[in-house]
């Protein structure tokens, strides 16, 4: 679940926190008050764009955290295995900082990109407002809608389907690839032939280039080191006139003035030892050059291979393995180009064969998802008729079309009749924001038993709604809520009386600013915000009665969930 919502310098708030409980969170406020703003700080930290637009005029920057508590093992895995930090206690914390020049996002301290923030914010939390509502009047996805209901249960068929359609596809592709006259079918072996001789001439091994970098880097360090042994000891030898044959009679020259001069022993005795060491110094490196393993045959032999490597590697693929997997493509193809009409026959069985089995995964498909429809429907029916729409009917419209792909040959659309006598008809064809807001809700009744996330944020989709309708989509949240964490902005009483815990998001001022201010009410403050929400400012009594009324009437629906 989502334990905290913490916001600095987002435009209208200068910082705020919200410490968030399991089942109904409420915010409420004012129109204009921030409630929109709270949203886009979290959709920024779930990785929506970044605009700088948002940051507090005269601060430097914007920052959004979300802390999260990750208690079942299976999500532990499954973020562990996007290689996602955790910390002990199993709490996870999301960072966005915006900048006037940059934006960061981290995970538990750690830099990550958008893309992982996204994947990861997908086993988490699900944010619903009035865009997501807009996307259920897309076909496009109702299939994806009808195999999450379905769960698990189409996983392996699934699994198996895309695998048998990029099989399928690759066979199609060959076979169309050998619809070619004579001349080109020339051409196109002659290429083969010469690009598998070439790969083949070379001779290249998996991992060759990299042992043979490491061992020419090797080389050529010990053939400086050998060129620089062999100045040294030029420079030392006597036989080349070297610094021993002068020091060896200065040393001489110095025994002979230490005889007259006592005074110049020392000096004496320090020079011959100087000659001494460095007489040991030329042995120890005439020693070296004869045990160096420098081979100039070798090196020359060894730079030249890493040339034949780097050209093939150059040619055909950054690696040995995708080179060598391009020959045994080649080898293939070149069979396939030496008797076409025999490799178009094969290829033809084949493709055949791969159709069948697509074929019969896709009608095995097609059986669990018609009857997956008929039991979805009459859930649908069902939800559609606790929130109001007590004529309503819904279908699963299920067709079945021509040519396979990667998830079967169905096509699904959800149709609808809100009222009695009328039509089953598209969702698009629906014009109520306050309907599209209690079908999204319905739906998501359904679809909340089969996944897994346990944070839901709806933001606004009461809009459109009143009286015992309102009355039923509150109930419809208290039950939902049961299960999940919601979080929900809302303008009306009912939904409001609902909740488990209830944060006014208010508008004030602080030295000559406005500032948003959001504050978690104690039991008597939420009596009074729902009375503002019953009557406006005119906070009477009667009205404060009402709200109390209300709550009462909402602890009691509660309580028979």
């Known amino acids: 679940m989502l334990e905290s919502i ?24 004012e129109t204009g008050a921030g ?101 259920l009047l897309h076909a496009s996805r109702h299939l994806e809608l009808l195999d999450a209901y379905l769960g698990g249960e189409i996983e392996g068929e699934l699994a198996q389907i895309t695998e048998l359609y990029r099989e399928y596809s ?20 002659s290429l083969a032939e010469y690009e598998i001789n070439e790969i083949e001439e070379a001779g290249i091994r998996p991992g060759e280039e990299a042992e043979l970098e490491e061992e020419f880097r090797r080389m050529k360090k010990g053939r400086d080191a050998f060129e620089h042994i062999r100045k040294a000891e030029e420079l030392l030898s006597e036989e080349s006139g070297g610094a021993l044959e002068p020091l060896g009679r200065a040393v ?48 020359a032999e060894t730079e030249e ?47 055949d064969k791969c159709k069948k089995k697509l074929d019969k995964h896709c009608d095995a498909l097609h059986e669990k998802r018609t009857k997956a429809s008929k039991a979805l429907e009459e859930r649908i029916r069902n939800e559609l008729t606790e929130l109001n729409f007590l004529k309503a009917d819904f279908c699963v419209k299920l067709e079945t079309t021509a040519q ?40 998501k009744s359904v679809f909340a038993e089969k996944d897994a996330i346990d944070t839901l944020i709806f933001d606004e989709i009461d809009s459109g709604i009143s009286g015992r309708t309102a009355w039923k989509v509150a109930e419809k949240m208290g039950k939902l809520s049961r299960s999940r964490q919601l979080i929900c902005i809302t303008h009306l009483p009912q939904i409001a009386s609902m909740a488990d815990s209830h944060f006014l998001i208010e508008k004030g001022e602080a030295e000559g600013r406005t500032e948003t201010e959001i504050s978690r009410l104690t039991d008597e403050e939420e009596t009074r915000e729902i009375a503002r929400m019953l009557a406006g400012d005119a906070v009477t009594d009667t009205v404060l009665a009402n709200a109390k009324q209300l709550k009462c009437e909402a602890c009691e629906v509660k309580a028979g969930i």
Not at 171 to 177: A, C, I
Not at 437 to 442: D, G, H, N, T, W
């Open 404 to 443: 396979p792909g990667p998830s079967g040959r169905d096509t699904a659309e959800f149709l609808i009749s809100l009222n009695p006598g009328e039509k089953l008809r598209p969702l698009k064809d629906i014009a109520s924001g306050g309907e599209l807001s209690r079908i999204m809700l319905a739906l």
């Open 252 to 299: 001489q020259e110095l025994r002979n003035a230490a005889s007259a001069d006592e005074e110049l022993e020392d000096c004496s005795v320090s020079l011959s030892d100087a000659e001494g060491m460095l007489r040991d110094c030329l042995r120890e490196l005439s020693d070296h050059l004869e045990d160096s393993r420098f081979d100039p045959g070798h090196f």
């Open 35 to 135: 409630k929109s703003i709270l949203i886009g700080s979290v959709n920024s930290c779930l990785g929506a764009k970044a605009d700088k637009s948002m940051i507090r005029e005269g601060a430097e920057y914007a920052l959004t955290e979300l802390v999260f508590r990750i208690e079942k093992p299976e999500l532990l895995e499954a973020i562990k295995a996007m290689e996602l930090p955790v910390e002990e206690d199993g709490r996870l914390i999301i960072s966005r900082r915006i900048g006037q020049k940059s934006s960061s996002l981290r995970i538990c301290g750690e830099n990550v990109s958008v893309r992982q923030v996204r994947d990861l914010a997908a086993l988490l939390i699900d944010v619903h407002g009035q865009h997501e509502h807009q996307s």
């Open 6 to 29: 913490t916001v600095k310098n987002m435009a209208l708030i200068k910082e705020a926190q919200l410490e968030l409980t399991e089942g109904l969170n409420i915010l409420s406020g």
């Open 170 to 189: 690759s066979l199609k592709e060959r076979l169309e690839s050998l619809e070619m006259d004579e001349g080109r079918r020339d051409r196109e072996l």
């Open 305 to 351: 291979r890493l040339d034949v490597i780097r050209r093939i590697l150059a040619r055909y693929g950054p690696d040995e393995e995708t080179v060598l997997a391009f020959l045994e493509k080649r080898r293939a193809e070149a069979e396939e180009l030496k008797d076409l009409d025999r490799s178009r026959e094969k290829l033809g069985a084949e493709l």
